[in-house]
């Protein structure tokens, strides 16, 4: 899964990129480079004590692929660069829209009025203005066809209905489609039917007692993000920036400091991972400590395969035990000793957190 970063220009928004991969080079300058790529490792607690429990070669945590999609310009209008940003950000399974809240003597607002409403409605009505286009382009060379088939006819009505929603200012997201439906319309990469997430880029003095998300401003862009279906986070990503550069040992007594309970790359993986309906399953042994990310609702055997497809076509069971039971007894063996330690077939489903030992045969 690719998760794009799109906003503004002076957003913060390749600082927050910096912030996850830990890529101090953004790669983005004078328009050279449409995006950037990078990685960023999902900090989990869990995999943090399992791998002091083993002390394993090797550590290996989940792992989300970002893209830094080149800024938009609210204020350049169409062409070159309108086009680029709408292409990048419609190659993303997911996209992270990033607000400016902060204010700046250095940076001026792209757009007049600095309320990040506005930017946030800037980009989405962007997005839908193109996937309006791109109805219009397809029923208009169907329509120009020679022979228009009983498919053909169909997927107009289905577009047509799609299309009805996008002219109320309701996003593709909205549009109640059966499976069958959502797999006609998928290589249409639609933007306004991408999950989304929204970051507000707090100012360090906006942190303080959630002074921004109770003024005027923020009140608003709750309101409206609740009326898109978009989830929104805060952070002041300057201050996550400064503490992941921190010695591991000074970073709880400075977050305690500025009044920070969790890591920003914290809060962030997880609303992604909530976003997308992933979990992480976990494998522990003296070789490898590791996260295994997968779909909620998934079966043990399917579960397997992320593994290697031979576990999967050759599974037997599933050795189960909770990281709960694990992490308050402090050691497999007296887990098995209280009876907690479970087998499960293949139609098990995977709760997040389980520690798994898959059996197979093949």
């Keep these: 899964m690719k998760i794009g970063l799109i906003g503004l220009n002076k957003t913060g928004k390749t600082t927050l990129f910096r912030l996850l991969t830990g890529k101090e080079d953004s790669g983005i300058s004078g328009g050279k480079a449409a995006v950037n790529i990078g990685t960023c490792f999902v900090p989990d607690e869990r995999i943090d004590f399992l791998s002091k429990l083993y002390n394993p070669k090797k550590t290996t945590y989940a792992k989300i692929d970002l893209v830094d999609v080149a800024g938009f310009s609210a204020t350049a209008g169409t062409g ?187 809060i962030l993986a997880g609303a992604i991972y909530g976003l997308l309906g992933h979990i992480s399953f976990l494998t522990v042994g003296e070789d490898e400590v590791r996260a295994w990310t997968i779909e909620k609702g998934t079966a043990a055997r399917k579960a397997a395969g992320k593994i290697h497809s031979d576990i999967e076509r050759g599974f037997i069971r599933a050795e189960v035990v909770k990281y709960a039971d694990i992490l308050e007894l402090g050691a497999m063996s007296k887990v098995k000793e209280k009876g907690l330690f479970r087998l499960e077939g293949k139609e098990y489903t995977v709760a997040d957190g389980d520690i798994i030992n898959f059996r197979f045969n093949v």
């Excluded at 070159?80 to 190659?91: H, M, Q, V, W």
């Excluded at 306004?192 to 880029?201: D, G, H, S, Y």
């Excluded at 309101?223 to 040992?249: F, W």
């Design 80 to 266: 070159g660069s309108a086009e680029r940003f709408l292409s990048d950000a419609r190659s993303c399974d997911a996209l992270v829209h990033v607000l400016r809240v902060f204010e700046s003597d250095n940076a001026a607002f792209d757009l007049e009025n600095s309320d990040p409403s506005f930017d946030l409605e800037a980009v989405e009505t962007e997005m839908l203005f193109a996937d309006l286009e791109m109805i219009e382009k397809r029923i208009g060379r169907i329509r120009q066809g020679k022979k228009i088939t009983g498919e053909h006819e169909a997927e107009i009505a289905l577009l047509q209905r799609c299309f009805e929603k996008l002219e109320n200012g309701e996003p593709m997201r909205s549009v109640e489609l059966t499976e069958t439906e959502r797999i006609a319309i998928r290589g249409f990469s639609f933007l306004t039917e991408k999950p989304r997430l929204a970051v507000a880029n707090l100012g360090e003095n906006q942190l303080a007692d959630s002074a921004w998300e109770n003024s005027d401003s923020g009140a608003k862009l709750q309101a409206l993000c609740g009326k898109l279906s978009i989830p929104l986070i805060s952070l002041c990503v300057d201050i996550e920036l400064e503490i992941s550069r921190l010695p591991q040992s000074d970073r709880k007594d400075f977050m305690a400091d500025i009044g920070i309970a969790k890591p920003g790359v914290e």
